[in-house]
């Protein structure tokens, strides 16, 4: 039902941006987006959105698509620090509506800014092949991103936050000294 064309945060962190529509009006003419609501990593239950959210914005009746850049200042927190979960509420379905075979009258989306994984990367990607290091760096946090890849598409959202926590959070992940065969 809610086709997310577009949700990112720009890697400069200044924005984020949303493009969503509503498929199947040709089968439910009636059904709008109602209501937009954005999470953070802090505020996000498995349950549906908090009652505590970042930023909520409620949509006129007959609304189908948004298009919006929301700002940090809007949301009153650095872009490049949090992971958003964004909430996309559809209403005007009928009783009988099926969700299984049209998607959840409640859709979520998560976005990050991947721009803060390049630039982690980055630095160890220098490192390579300079001096006699094993590497092990790198190779753990190719591996963190690919985990965080994973469990964004498969909806595992707390697991997410606990990875992204661990990659640039509090709890830092270290890399073993390695067998010292590398130097």
């Known amino acids: 039902m809610v086709n997310f064309r577009e949700l990112q945060i720009y890697k400069c962190g200044r924005a984020l941006s949303i493009d969503v529509t509503l498929d199947y009006l040709d089968i439910f003419p009636n059904a709008y987006i109602s209501e937009l609501i954005i999470d953070t990593g802090k505020t996000y239950m498995e349950t549906g959105p908090s009652a505590t959210p970042i930023y909520t914005e409620t949509y006129p009746i007959g609304t189908t698509t948004i298009v919006e850049e929301i700002t940090k200042e809007t949301l009153n927190i650095n872009l490049n620090n949090e992971i958003l979960f964004v909430y996309i509420i559809v209403d005007g379905l009928p009783v009988d509506y099926d969700e299984l075979k049209y998607g959840p009258k409640t859709a979520l989306k998560s976005v990050v800014n991947f721009y803060r994984f390049y630039q982690k990367l980055i630095n160890e990607v220098k490192t390579i092949g300079t001096d ?52």
């Open 132 to 183: 006699c290091s094993d590497n092990s760096g790198f190779i753990n946090d190719m591996l963190l991103l690919k985990a965080f890849e994973y469990m964004n598409l498969t909806c595992n959202y707390k697991q997410l936050i606990s990875l992204w926590d661990r990659f640039f959070g509090k709890s830092k992940v270290t890399s073993s000294k390695g067998c010292g065969c590398n130097g």
